[in-house]
């Protein structure tokens, strides 16, 4: 089980912005990142749509963080290109999963289930990208 190639670029075009501190061209940053500039815009479109990252037109355009990078987490870029994460469908978002048995609250594997998303979900969510650049040495 992994991350889609999606996310993993989306976490790289957020640092890559949070690393720079200032206002990147789409080409820029797609090419530092060694994603294509048409994932690269997509990712760009979704992350902007989030609110993670603001987009400026013309020609001092580009993209930056909409917020200090201590405020961004991994969970909210995770969750602007994905949706929330859940380990599998019989887990939802406040309890709005779906159970083909009818077992909804009473099945052991989705109480399983529901604490190990949750588990990972605070873990994402405990990592802010200005905690990346520290540990990267780039802060």
Not at 3 to 25: F, M, N
Not at 55 to 64: L, P, T
Not at 88 to 107: D, K, L
Not at 116 to 126: H, K, M, R, V
Request: with cysteine.
């Amino acid at each position: 089980m992994h991350i889609t190639q999606e996310a993993d670029y989306a976490v790289r075009i957020v640092y890559c912005l949070a690393k720079c501190g200032t206002r990147r061209d789409a080409r820029t940053i797609s090419e530092e990142m060694c994603v294509t500039l048409r994932f690269s815009l997509k990712i760009l479109g979704k992350l902007v749509s989030s609110g993670l990252v603001k987009s400026y037109k013309g020609n001092c355009g580009g993209y930056e963080l909409a917020r200090p990078a201590a405020e961004i987490t991994l969970k909210d870029v995770m969750d602007a290109v994905e949706g929330p994460y859940r380990l599998t469908r019989c887990v939802g978002e406040e309890g709005a999963g779906e159970c083909n048995r009818g077992a909804w609250g009473s099945c052991v594997f989705q109480r399983v289930f529901s604490e190990i998303t949750d588990s990972i979900n605070a873990q994402l969510a405990a990592v802010s990208f200005q905690t990346l650049l520290e540990r990267s040495g780039e802060a």
